[in-house]
Nanobody, 121 residues
Framework: QVQLVESGGGLVQPGGSLRLSCAAS????????MGWYRQAPGKQRELVAR???????NYADSVKGRFTISRDNAKNTVYLQMDSLKPEDTAVYYC???????????????WGQGTQVTVSS
């Protein structure tokens, strides 16, 4: 059993910053890519940023230059530093990780429960 627990969401004014964290726990052998997605009301869930086990990253065009994804492999944790936040960044942010629980076992995509980020004055 694997769990992803997010933290760090909240209410922030436009131009402000937040840092999201997501820690994976449980029966973990290898964590492959980790990422953050978001879903605004009435919209589909979209990729925000993703990072491979070797540290390669990719970002949605809408957040490039403002958000930074990183990970601490020793802590099984991925972070999302969000700067220069805009009202359109308001959404529920979900953590995702591709994890295998034993050698030679296929990786499975796991999701966190989501954390609300609201950007408003």
């Amino acid at each position: 059993q694997v769990q992803l627990v997010e933290s760090g969401g909240g209410l922030v004014q436009p131009g402000g910053s937040l840092r999201l964290s997501c820690a994976a726990s449980g029966t973990i052998y290898t964590i492959y890519a980790m990422g953050w997605y978001r879903q605004a009301p009435g919209k589909q869930r979209e990729l925000v940023a993703r990072i491979t086990s070797r540290g390669s990253t990719n970002y949605a065009d809408s957040v490039k230059g403002r958000f930074t994804i990183s990970r601490d492999n020793a802590k099984n944790t991925v972070y999302l530093q969000m700067d220069s936040l805009k009202p359109e960044d308001t959404a529920v942010y979900y953590c995702n990780a591709d994890i295998s629980s034993a050698p030679y076992r296929a990786q499975i995509g796991y999701w966190g429960q989501g954390t609300q980020v609201t950007v408003s004055s």
